[in-house]
């Protein structure tokens, strides 16, 4: 079965300064890979998402993710944390094989941004 | 804005009640998906429908249901409901059945007393 496993529930980072969020999934196949922001009483936004055309993945408001297959890792970076980047991460997961296209989440990580 | 429209966005309900939350995909989607989010849980995969047919099922209870109708809207019914229901049910939709990004609605806040 597939899981993901977010490591760091909490991640606080100085406004300006790398964000590094780590996921890592179990997957006989790479399946297919996202992340997704969850602000205040909001929905989930898709931030990215990995295909395998390319292993890294350039997303919105700055993000990226890197596929590796060696690590079963899709790590997600920011170069300059901004206080709007203040939000709930989740990495997520589906299977590349079979017609259902359900996702499964990892726990998330909230990042905290300080001025 | 996903384009995904949830209602309600709360709703507020008894012990042993039944409710029903609805869902209106993205224009052009076929398929749409139910999440509930919890503290405890976490982010649960529920249902999926594809184009009017039930495409998979997750940690879905026995007292809850869904359906897709012919427009593409889907409806979620919870039924008997207790305590521990009261979550965040989120709906989202994607073009094709598998490999498709999901865009996800505002959800609703479901509170049982």
């Known amino acids: 079965a597939q899981s993901v496993t977010q490591l760091g529930s909490h991640v606080s980072v100085s406004e300006g300064a790398l964000v590094l969020l780590r996921c890592n999934y179990s997957?006989?196949?790479?399946?297919?890979l996202f992340w997704y922001v969850q602000y205040p009483n909001q929905g989930l936004q898709l931030l990215l998402k990995?295909?395998?055309?390319?292993?890294l993945v350039k997303g919105i408001n700055g993000f990226e993710a890197e596929f590796k297959k060696s690590e079963t890792s899709f790590h997600l970076t920011k170069p300059s944390a901004h206080m709007s980047d203040a939000a709930e991460y989740f990495c997520?997961?589906?299977?590349?094989?079979?017609?259902?296209?359900?996702?499964?989440f990892g726990k998330g990580t909230k990042l905290s941004v300080k001025p | 804005d996903s384009g995904v429209t949830q209602t309600p966005k709360h709703l507020i309900t008894a012990t042993g009640q039944r409710v029903t939350l609805r869902c209106s995909p993205r224009?052009?989607?076929?398929?749409v998906y139910w999440y509930q989010q919890s503290l405890d849980q976490g982010l649960q995969f529920l249902i999926q429908?594809?184009?009017?047919?039930?495409?998979a099922k997750g940690n879905i209870l026995e007292r809850f249901s869904a359906q897709q109708f012919p427009d593409l809207h889907s409806e979620l019914n919870l039924s008997s409901l207790e305590l521990g229901d009261s979550a965040l049910y989120f709906c989202?939709?994607?073009?094709?059945?598998?490999?498709?990004?999901?865009?996800f609605g505002p959800g609703t806040r479901l509170t049982v007393l």
């Open positions: 989202a939709s994607s073009v094709a059945d598998s490999g498709s990004s999901q865009y």
């Open positions: 997957s006989s196949v790479p399946p297919y």
């Open positions: 990995y295909t395998s055309a390319a292993t």
């Open positions: 997520a997961v589906s299977d590349r094989r079979g017609s259902q296209g359900n996702l499964i």
């Open positions: 224009s052009g989607d076929l398929s």
């Open positions: 429908y594809y184009n009017g047919e039930e495409r």
